[in-house]
C-alpha cells in the first residue's frame, strides 16, 4: 500500500519540489525531499527510498550524478528523472524515463507506478 512506500524528491526549485511532495502525499506516500543531488543522496544513505524522482539538472550533484551514486547502492531502486529542458528530454544513458516539465499530477503518478515491481503499482 501506498502509506508504507517512500519517495525521494530531489529537486532544486522550491516551489516545484513543494508540488511534487503535496502530489505524492495526497496519493499516500511519505515522501522525502532534497534541494539536490548531494542532499539526496546522504538521505538515501540513511534510510532508503522505494523511488527517486530526481530532476536532471540540479547544483552541486545533478540527477545523472546522483543516479550514478544511486547505483553503487542499490542497483534496483527505480529513478524517474524530470526536465524542463528539451535537450534532456530523450537520454538514452539515463537509468530511468524522463517526465517533461510541466507535467500534469496524473502524469507523474502514472509515471511513477510504471517504475515499481507489480507488487507495489500504488504509485
Sequence with gaps: MAESQT????????????????????????????????????????????????DIRMPRMDGRELAVELRKQSATVPILFVSGYDAYLDQADLPGPVLAKPFRPEQ??????????AADKSF
Design 7 to 54: 519517495v525521494l524528491v530531489a529537486e532544486d526549485t522550491a516551489p516545484v519540489r513543494k508540488l511534487l511532495r503535496r502530489v505524492l502525499e495526497t496519493e499516500g506516500y511519505r515522501v522525502d525531499e532534497a534541494s539536490d543531488g548531494v542532499e539526496a543522496l546522504a538521505l538515501f544513505t540513511r534510510t532508503g527510498h522505494d523511488i527517486v524522482l530526481a
Design 108 to 117: 507523474l503518478v502514472a509515471s511513477g507506478r510504471r517504475l515499481l515491481p
